[in-house]
């Protein structure tokens, strides 16, 4: 199971193990969203899980799927970096990796069957395991709304999130590339995006008076280093997602076209990613 030790994936636990009488492993990939190890450590063993696993996969991300992406200048809609679906690939590569390596028979994530996810996962689960069984509870329990999710949730003790609101939580994907928020009031494409939503940029208004200055260095179409000094990929995005993000680069407010044909609005910060969009168009012109 795809496991972030959140809610969705909590009450998806507890129903696998209900419904298929078989060990679940989680399965956590750090590709640098907020994560709280202990949580997930943590909530996992509250039901019962014995192989819990959380692999540091940032770097690779980085490297291996947002670089090409920006020498590629990927962009959905015109507008929109591909933050959560870049993501999408690697794990599930992985979670096939680990359903082998233990000999299990199926895997499973948490997307609903209303969104793209559900496709980006599953496309490469049927690639790297043509034979794995996939389970996607959304599309298949009787759980209809968030709602019934809840009343799942406290059934079963299972820990349910606040917001900043005190009501049920937005939906939020976030990594080391982007962080997308949606649901709620966004539902609404007349409502305007309240401040507190953003996570990783400041607001126009609240960016510095004053210009700031950075040199990104490119080796083969890929950035090498900032100011001169040499940084990992992971540690290389995280420092421009801090510059940017600091001035108020990278926010995307979209009502965009879901792939099974409804339409959705997504909030987007990809402040690092739209820094090294531009510098790289710049380059290539």
Known sequence: LAYSGGLDTS?????????????????TADIGQK????????????????????????????????????????????????????????????????AKKFNA?????????????????????????????VIAPWRVWKLHSRTDLIK??????????KDKKGA???????????TSTEGKILENPKNSVPEFIYQRTNSPEKAPNKASYLTIGFKNGDPITVNGKKLSPGNLLQKLNILAGKNGIGRIDLVENRFIGI????VYETPGGTLLMTAHRAIES
Request: glycine share 8%.
């Open 105 to 133: 028979y199926a895997v499973s994530h948490g997307s609903t069957g209303k969104g793209n996810d559900q496709i980006r996962f599953e496309l490469g689960y049927y690639y790297f395991g043509p034979k794995i069984k």
């Open 152 to 161: 799942y949730a406290k059934k079963n003790r299972i820990t349910i999130p």
């Open 263 to 266: 339409k959705s609005r997504g």
């Open 168 to 178: 049920s939580p937005f939906s939020i994907d976030d990594n080391l590339y982007h």
């Open 11 to 27: 009450v998806i636990l507890k129903w696998l193990q209900d419904n298929y009488k078989a060990e679940i492993i989680t399965y």
């Open 35 to 98: 994560i709280n190890k202990k949580k997930i450590i943590k909530n996992a063993k509250a039901l019962g899980v014995q192989k819990i696993i959380i692999e540091d996969l940032k770097d690779s991300f980085v490297k291996e799927y947002v670089y090409p992406m920006i020498r590629g200048h990927a962009a959905y809609e015109g507008v929109y970096l591909l933050g959560t679906s870049i993501a999408r690939p690697l794990i599930a590569k992985r979670q096939i990796a680990i």
